[in-house]
T-cell receptor
């Protein structure tokens, strides 16, 4: 298994632009998580899905952030419009029920 | 504040020595997990210990859990340079979904030759 796949690995964009981050979870995993990691705030859970259904989006910072999971093998996290304070590493992780989470390599986002 | 707080924030040891890092948390848990993160990489799951377990081993790793003190420790024995990384504890809540982990602030471990 290739593990959790994220794309792009790096994204540099200008303030106000739309950013879309993509994730392919490990096949057979029921849960998918989106995290954001910064030096100041550490690792924060943004949203998670169970069987493609959003369960808890209380960590999504504001309406500029949205996430979808149209099927079991794909999820997106969109930021529109992006702001410099959104600069961070965004991780996707998947999990087979309440067990260990498997993280992707992350997307390093820089908003200028 | 973070559910899990690791201590120390940073630790520097020589190869061959043991490394111990601690995690304290605030609310009742279903399980506690430890993860490693190498610089610029995603987190890697190391070990999971359930609330009814007190100690667990995996290779050179030993994890203890004291639910009365709401604390856990991770011991890495005979450390190697390749163990250099940040280590995070993560707690799964007792109520609600046990899949929703809360991560601590991490311990940065440096193992020198």
């Amino acid at each position: 298994d290739a593990g959790v796949i994220q794309s792009p690995r790096h994204e540099v964009t200008e303030m106000g632009q739309e950013v879309t981050l993509r994730c392919k979870p490990i096949s057979g995993h029921d849960y998918l998580f989106w995290y954001r990691q910064t030096m100041m705030r550490g690792l924060e859970l943004l949203i998670y899905f169970n069987n493609n259904v959003p369960i808890d989006d209380s960590g999504m910072p504001e309406d500029r952030f949205s996430a979808k999971m149209p099927n079991a093998s794909f999820s997106t996290l969109k930021i529109q419009p992006s702001e410099p304070r959104d600069s961070a590493v965004y991780f996707c992780a998947s999990s087979p029920q309440a067990r260990a989470q498997y993280f992707g390599p992350g997307t390093r986002l820089t908003v200028l | 504040s973070q559910q899990g707080e690791e201590d120390p924030q940073a630790l520097s040891i020589q190869e061959g020595e043991n490394a111990t890092m601690n995690c304290s948390y605030k609310t009742s848990i279903n399980n506690l997990q430890w993860y490693r993160q190498n610089s610029g990489r995603g987190l890697v799951h190391l070990i999971l210990i359930r609330s009814n377990e007190r100690e667990k081993h995996s290779g050179r790793l030993r994890v203890t859990l004291d639910t009365s003190k709401k604390s856990s420790s991770l011991l890495i024995t005979a450390s190697r340079a390749a163990d250099t990384a940040s280590y995070f504890c993560a707690t799964a809540p007792l109520t609600g979904t046990a899949s929703k982990l809360t991560f601590g602030t991490g311990t940065r471990l440096q193992v020198t030759l």
